[in-house]
Nanobody
């Protein structure tokens, strides 16, 4: 079973940067695509970013393009989300997701979720 544990969430001010980390287990990271999703207060969960199973292609939601970068470390079994120039609209619980590589690269969630990590952007 694919397992994900997110970390790195924090309270930051607008314009600051933050890196979220997703530690994976139960599968080989180079066999599956992995995505990040988020749920803002009062909103549905939405796609943020994904990296394909080959680690070659990355995908981003329009509002985070140019600000967020997804990457992975095969040796550490981690998938990171570097977030720059954070704004109030980035406040959300961020989730790591996998299981269904085709769905994830189509910006849809796979079967397995982590517990989430809270990111709050506030002045």
């Amino acid at each position: 079973q694919l397992q994900f544990v997110e970390s790195g969430g924090a309270l930051v001010e607008p314009g600051e940067s933050l890196t979220l980390s997703c530690t994976t287990s139960g599968f080989k990271l180079d066999y599956y695509s992995v995505g990040w999703f988020r749920r803002a207060p009062g909103k549905d969960r939405e796609f943020v970013a994904a990296i394909d199973w080959r680690g070659i292609n990355t995908y981003y939601e329009d509002s985070v393009k140019g600000r967020f970068t997804i990457s992975r470390d095969i040796a550490k079994n981690t998938v990171d989300l570097q977030m720059n120039a954070l704004n109030l609209e980035d406040t959300a619980v961020y989730y790591c997701n996998g299981g269904g590589s085709t769905r994830i690269t189509a910006r849809k969630p796979g079967e397995y979720w982590g517990q989430g990590t809270q990111v709050t952007v506030s002045s």
